[in-house]
């Protein structure tokens, strides 16, 4: 909308409330109300407001600031413009934010905090195009600590799967890191090509911690936590799902094909085919799509479902969530479905289940090596040589039924205080989302009960409970796969669960026993693990139990039958099956 003349102070005041209504802005929001009170008693030029919302090649930070001096630094006002200018697409670099003058009160809250300011956009060589971009939130370079306390980055799970299919497609690997991993890119150790997508302190605050871990992330796992919903949050993941299809048009290739992942980009597919029309285009969702129920309590669910159809071709991990997607489709949003499909005026999407796996052959090749083998020794020597090791690997979140998992190991361990030789358990529970309120007050719960285990049951030399948040490299993983004879995968919900998986990958000498939750997306291919639900403290203590007394004809019966499952339908497999659908899609002409 461009400006020829400064209007009246009411047309003003008019087309900014149009603006903002185009924006998605609330304008009985009080800032609001103070922009339009500074326009209509001419404090404040709507030109300059105005200047805020237009094309990127206007410096808008410096009208930002100078609005905010001219409403006497006003807290809600400058809200209201802050956002407003993201939603424009406004790229402060994090030095300009920190440097802006205005009422400290107001900014020090907007300034971007030292440890996760934007790294720099990092631009493909060459200005290069790729015929296939893989689109993830994080470009997954973690540090991990190695048994003897070594940085390492051992990339585990899907992120070496990812790796592999990139490399093999010769494609892009498009996503946000953080600064400090940015350095060991794979592009350093013959990895892909990555295409960094840089975030401002406040969207990893309001985008990645506020709407995805604090609204998305919730309500998706059965609002076990009562999900909160704000507005900032929301537009703030607006503008963040806006730079990474940006990011996409700029590198992919005529024709290309894209695959993007995950709850926090949902919106990705709709405003890649608004840029590019000509991509094919797929999504897959690794967490759960809650029921109709849940997923409609969602400010801007529309949106959400509207972002997802821009896609070719959805995926997920369960039929269930299939389900739930066709018919909020036809809910919500009173499109045509079937069973697998919806018709967006006349354009066909695809919707189907593509349960994630692992890669197998990697795997059994890590576990089978001298080295792991010697490891899991040494970490059952470390332990004092239990009969019995049991062992749970989970990230710290309040989906994996930890807590719960703790107490019943502890009203077991109460029942064997005359046993001369306990199980030990091993938790690792590899820290995540810290600056996420709940993730901070779950740690503290945690560590309080193992605490309170090892005080009331350890033993010198032989404690009750080891417990670690380190993150562990992958070898030392596979190493207490190798070492447990019993695993605990009990969560309250999870899109699938890859620990199941990759402990009965592990397990080449077909022994071993898993406890998994019957709502984690793995059981449906596990059957022959002790399946429990983990809101029943008997039903854990009994499935730990029956584990830790399994006779070894049993336990290889029914790790075989896992173990062959799992490797009929490897990550391979997976990866094969999405592909061939993505790549069947008819593209636009
Ligand atoms: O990036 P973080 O916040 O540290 O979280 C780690 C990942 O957790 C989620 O994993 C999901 O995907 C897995 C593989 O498909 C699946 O097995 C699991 O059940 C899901 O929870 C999340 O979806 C990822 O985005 C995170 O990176
Ligand atoms: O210290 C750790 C803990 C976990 N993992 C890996 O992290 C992934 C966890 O995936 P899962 O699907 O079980 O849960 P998520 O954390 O994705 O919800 C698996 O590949 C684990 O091997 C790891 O490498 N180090």
Redesign the pocket.
């Known amino acids: 909308m461009a400006l020829k003349r400064e209007p009246t102070p009411a047309g003003a005041i008019t087309e900014l409330f149009d603006r903002l209504h185009d924006l998605h802005l609330d304008a009985g929001e009080p800032g609001v109300r103070q922009i339009a009170t500074g326009i209509g008693r001419g404090v404040l030029s709507y030109t300059t407001v105005h200047n805020v919302f237009r094309g990127p090649k206007v410096p808008k930070w410096g009208h930002l600031e100078l609005i905010v001096d001219q409403l006497g630094g006003n807290p809600e006002a400058f809200h209201v413009l802050w956002r407003a200018a993201r939603l424009a697409e406004l790229a402060i670099p994090g030095n300009q934010v920190a440097a802006a003058s205005g009422p400290a009160s107001v900014l020090s809250d907007d300034r971007p905090q030292e440890a996760v300011a934007a790294a720099p956009a990092a631009e493909v060589p060459g200005g290069r195009r790729f015929g296939f971009v893989l689109v993830?939130?994080?470009i997954?370079v973690h540090a991990h600590t190695t048994g003897n306390g070594v940085r390492s980055t051992c990339s585990a799970?899907?992120d070496q799967v990812f790796r592999d299919l990139v490399l093999q497609r010769q494609g892009v690997w498009v996503g946000w890191s953080r600064r400090d991993e940015e350095a060991n890119g794979f592009e350093q150790t013959g990895g892909p090509p990555l295409m960094t997508v840089a975030l401002t302190g406040r969207e990893v605050e309001w985008h990645?911690e506020g709407q995805?871990?604090s609204t998305l992330?919730p309500l998706y796992?059965d609002a076990i936590e009562r999900p909160e919903f704000r507005r900032a949050w929301r537009d703030a993941y607006r503008v963040v799902n806006e730079r990474y299809a940006d990011a996409v048009d700029r590198v992919a290739a005529s024709g290309a094909a894209v695959w993007i992942?995950?709850?926090?980009l949902q919106l990705v597919p709709a405003l890649v085919r608004e840029r590019r029309p000509d991509l094919r285009i797929g999504f897959?969702?690794?967490?759960p799509l809650p029921p109709p129920e849940l997923f409609t309590q969602l400010p801007g669910r529309e949106e959400v479902l509207r972002g997802l159809l821009g896609a070719d071709v959805v995926g997920f991990?369960r039929p269930r969530s299939v389900q739930n997607f066709v018919r909020l489709c036809a809910d919500v949003l009173g499109l045509p479905v079937s069973d697998g499909s919806v018709d967006v005026g006349g354009r066909t999407v695809d919707v189907r289940a593509y349960p994630?796996s692992i890669d197998v052959g990697a795997i059994e090749g890590l576990v089978g090596q001298s080295r792991t083998r010697r490891r899991a020794q040494q970490i059952r020597a470390e332990l004092g040589n239990p009969d019995v090791l049991v062992a749970g690997i989970d990230?710290l979140?309040y989906?994996k039924g930890i807590e719960q998992r703790l107490v019943a190991y502890g009203e077991i361990l109460d029942g064997m205080r005359s046993v001369a030789n306990p199980p030990v358990f091993v938790q690792v529970a590899?820290l995540?989302?810290e600056r996420v309120a709940r993730y901070a007050s779950l740690r503290e719960r945690v560590d309080r009960l193992a605490g309170h285990l090892n005080g009331s049951y350890g033993r010198m030399g032989s404690p009750a409970v080891r417990y670690t948040n380190s993150a562990l490299d992958f070898h030392e993983v596979a190493a207490l796969y190798r070492a447990a004879d019993v695993m605990v995968a009990t969560?309250f919900r999870?899109?699938?669960?890859?620990?199941a998986k990759e402990y009965v990958a592990s397990r080449l000498d077909d022994r071993g026993v898993l406890v998994l939750s019957e709502f984690?997306?793995?059981a449906a291919e596990l059957p022959e693990a002790i399946l429990v639900n983990p809101n029943d403290t008997d039903d854990l203590k009994d499935a730990i139990l029956r584990a830790i007394a399994m006779r070894p004809a049993e336990q290889s019966r029914r790790m075989k039958a896992m173990r062959s499952r799992v490797r009929a339908h490897d990550s391979h497999a997976w990866i094969t099956s999405v592909m061939a659908d993505l790549d069947r899609a008819v593209r636009p002409v």
């Open positions: 993830t939130n994080r997954p799970g899907l990645q995805c871990s992330w796992h992942h995950d709850y926090q897959f969702l690794h967490i991990q994630v990230r979140d989906t590899t995540s989302r969560p999870d899109g699938m669960n890859l620990v984690a997306g793995s």
